[in-house]
Each structure stands twice: as structure tokens, then as C-alpha cells.
């Protein structure tokens, strides 16, 4: 989340939908955490396309959309 806000440029309490509606956190972690760094996971949180990958490294476009 700490990325999203970031890219959005507003604290973490202030994104106005939670990321567990959005996609399955807990599984993502899971994921992305078995130690296989070519792993990418993308999906649209908002305006936003997500990208997070096996290594830790997430990414954050914006897509130029509304919510």
C-alpha cells in the first residue's frame, strides 16, 4: 500500500479502498514470497496498474483513469 500512496501522493489511511477488496493480499504475499524472483503479480488498484515482483520490487503507473 505504502507505494500506491506514494504514487498517488497521500498517506496510506487516506486511499479510499482497501487493497484486501481490491486483490487477495494475504495470498499475493504468499506469492510472491516462496523465493521465486521472476514471479510478477499486476492488477489495477484505481487509477493505478500494480506491479509487484518476486524480489520485492513494486512498481506503481499511473493508468491516467478515474476510480
Known sequence: MSAISEAANVATTELSTP???VVDADG???L???GDETI???FQYQQ???EAHGDG???VT???GGD
Do not use: K
Open 40 to 42: 510478477r503479480v499486476t
Open 48 to 50: 493505478y496498474v500494480v
Open 28 to 30: 499475493l504475499v504468499q
Open 32 to 34: 510472491l514470497s516462496n
Open 19 to 21: 487493497l484486501d477488496e
Open 57 to 59: 520490487v513494486v512498481e
Open 62 to 64: 499511473d493508468s491516467g
